[in-house]
């Protein structure tokens, strides 16, 4: 059987933490084995809330590839490309943005969101939102469909752009002729990763990750302030692991020892500060390959760069095709016709 193509997107903004490495990258892992699987480093959607700070996107490119491959993301398997270095991803915009009404866009829930977000930080009415903020789900649109994409994996946050999408390819085909493949969300099946402070969500800008680049010192401070739960009081009190966040984690790290811990928590056979230190070894361990493999890439750069030039480079291929194909279709494809 044909095999599906699964294509996701990550923003360069900064480097990998647990959050997206157990809600989204491990089940890229699986999926990379099973599916064709194009990767977006979508520096372009990065830029759209950082155009001023090229240095900070251009630099992420990197750390966020090479975090990527540390997890172990097989560019053999999965084309990893860079979003910029695809302009027909750009052209594709363009002829979409025709068929999204601004009202529409206003609309759609994740925008909503980002731009209420934005005007609480600057504290004015939204001058400062720009035409390319409000457009990105046109341009993610492009991505998608760009390579074909038939399965998107994405967070419950997504699901509007995915739909925005769906909307986007179904008005082309009615207008233009059946070209555009209309993509299916894919959730993940874990939920949204909480922080080691009790947050429902793990995220950078909430100052509450653990990044897959943390060293051993900066982890055990990370843990040693988890919230546990906060009845307890002495060492030997029994207490209840579901509030705690030390438990939680060893839920994602040390899954083989989870009932030992969960059962002496409950009858106070285990105390806090002991419940964390050995968190803290299972962190290690667990970080231990991902640390070589990151320090290796540290120390090959050209690597990481000419595996992103190849991906790019296939994926470029199919984007190319596409475009043909959608030129033809809206009569924009002057030169090929031969009159
Ligand atoms: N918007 C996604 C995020 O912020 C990243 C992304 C860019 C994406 N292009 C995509 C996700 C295409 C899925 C498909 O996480």
């Not at 906060?230 to 020892?257: F, G, R, S």
Request: hydrophobic share 35%; glycine share 6%; with cysteine.
């Amino acid at each position: 059987m044909k095999k599906k193509i699964i294509l996701t997107g990550i923003r360069p903004t900064g480097n990998l933490h647990y959050g997206h490495l157990f809600g989204a990258c491990q089940n890229w892992l699986k999926l990379q084995d099973e599916y064709v699987f194009y990767l977006e480093i979508a520096d372009v959607q990065a830029l759209t809330d950082n155009f001023h700070s090229p240095n900070k996107v251009h630099s992420n490119v990197f750390e966020l590839t090479s975090d990527l491959l540390s997890i172990g993301i097989d560019p053999k398997k999965v084309h990893i490309f860079v979003q910029s270095q695809i302009p027909e991803i750009a052209e594709l915009t363009v002829f979409y943005s025709n068929l999204v009404t601004m009202a529409r866009l206003y609309r759609n829930p994740t925008v909503k969101t980002e731009i209420a977000q934005k005007k609480a930080l600057f504290g004015n009415d939204g001058e400062s939102v720009t035409y390319g903020f409000v457009g990105y789900p046109v341009s993610q649109a492009a991505d998608i469909t760009a390579f074909k994409g038939e399965l998107v994996p994405v967070g419950e946050d997504q699901l509007p752009l995915i739909e925005q999408c769906r909307e986007i390819v179904r008005k082309f085909n009615s207008i233009y002729g059946e070209v555009l493949k209309e993509p299916e969300p894919y959730l993940s099946k874990t939920p949204r990763i909480k922080g080691l402070d009790g947050n429902e969500k793990m995220g950078k800008s909430l100052g509450n990750a653990i990044f897959l680049v943390d060293d051993e010192e900066t982890i055990s401070k990370k843990v040693m302030r988890a919230v546990t739960d906060t009845q307890k009081i002495k060492k030997d009190d029994p207490a209840n692991p579901e509030v705690c966040m030390v438990y939680y984690y060893h839920k994602l790290v040390n899954q083989e020892n989870v009932d030992v811990v969960c059962e002496e928590c409950k009858k106070g056979a285990r105390g806090c500060v002991q419940c964390k230190k050995e968190l803290i070894e299972k962190m290690n361990e667990f970080m231990k390959e991902i640390r070589e493999k990151k320090q290796y890439y540290r120390e090959h750069p050209e690597e990481v760069l000419r595996i992103l030039e190849n991906g790019t480079k296939e994926a470029r291929s199919v984007a190319i095709s596409t475009m043909r194909d959608v030129k033809k279709a809206m009569q924009i494809d002057y030169f090929e016709r031969g009159e």
